[in-house]
């Protein structure tokens, strides 16, 4: 009887393991062909299957001296953060997570809700492409983060 009580307790906390797996990221985005750059951290709670969802928190460093919109828009904007809500899907044979932003805190107009197509490498740092306005030419480089339980 002991026996079955613990192989049931260890399939339980399998289960509960493998479908709440948190995932951290820090690192930055531009956009390919500008000098446009945020920084971000990067939460991400696995959930059941391969489904996904966590947030980015944004924080605007530099805009594109070369586009005078970006000039006139962000200048005064350096140092401002959001945070954008993303929902998506993990797929574990090629280490590629599809991730799409529904919803934002962003009082001050800084981003834009986007799609990401990120891929984890071997040594488990995060590099991929978003829309960024259906160009694909966002560019995302991050490092893994590892959470400490003290």
């Known amino acids: 009887m002991k026996t079955i009580l613990l192989i049931g307790l ?13 995932q951290l990221y820090h690192g930055t985005w531009t956009s390919l062909g500008t000098n446009y750059l945020f920084e971000f951290d990067l939460h991400l709670e696995h959930g059941a299957g391969n489904s996904v969802e966590g947030y980015f928190n944004w924080k605007f460093v530099k805009y594109d001296e070369n586009d005078s919109f970006s000039v006139s828009y962000y200048q005064d904007k350096i140092g401002m953060t959001a945070k954008e809500y993303v929902k998506g899907t993990w797929d574990a ?5 599809h991730l799409k932003g529904f919803k934002k805190d962003d009082p001050n107009n800084i981003i834009a809700l986007d799609e ?32 400490l339980d003290l």
């Open 10 to 22: 260890l399939a339980i906390t399998y289960c509960v393991t493998a479908t709440s797996q948190t």
């Open 93 to 97: 044979t090629t280490h590629t997570y």
């Open 116 to 147: 990401y197509l990120l891929n984890v490498d071997g040594d488990g740092d995060l590099g991929g492409k978003t829309n960024s306005k259906g160009t694909w030419q966002g560019r995302i480089n991050a490092q893994s983060l590892v959470l």
